[in-house]
């Protein structure tokens, strides 16, 4: 006789593995991501502003990251449409 908490830790044990398959197959897709930054008002401190938050995304994902500083929201379309 099949038990709810049976079916339940199967259920559990089949998301988990499918979370984790679907975690690695993206990393091996994209192994760098560009993280664009358009400056509101002078790109001096853009910098030190954003590598934190650049240093922790790419600890959380695992995969490398790089800052790229746009001059405007065209030039980083223009990024993306040229790779």
């Known amino acids: ?3 709810r908490r049976d079916l339940l830790a199967t ?4 998301l ?3 979370a984790a398959f679907a975690q690695a197959s993206w990393r091996q897709a994209f192994p760098e991501i560009t ?3 358009v400056p509101a ?3 001096t ?3 030190a502003r954003y590598e934190p938050f650049v240093a922790h995304l790419a600890t959380e994902l695992g995969v490398k990251v790089t800052m790229r500083i746009a001059n405007d929201y065209a030039a980083v ?3 993306m ?3």
């Open 11 to 14: 259920g559990m044990t089949a």
């Open 35 to 37: 993280f664009a930054v």
């Open 41 to 43: 008002e002078n790109a």
């Open 81 to 83: 449409r040229s790779g």
């Open 16 to 18: 988990a593995a499918s």
């Open 77 to 79: 379309i223009e990024g």
């Open 45 to 47: 401190g853009v910098l």
């Open 1 to 3: 006789m099949i038990h």
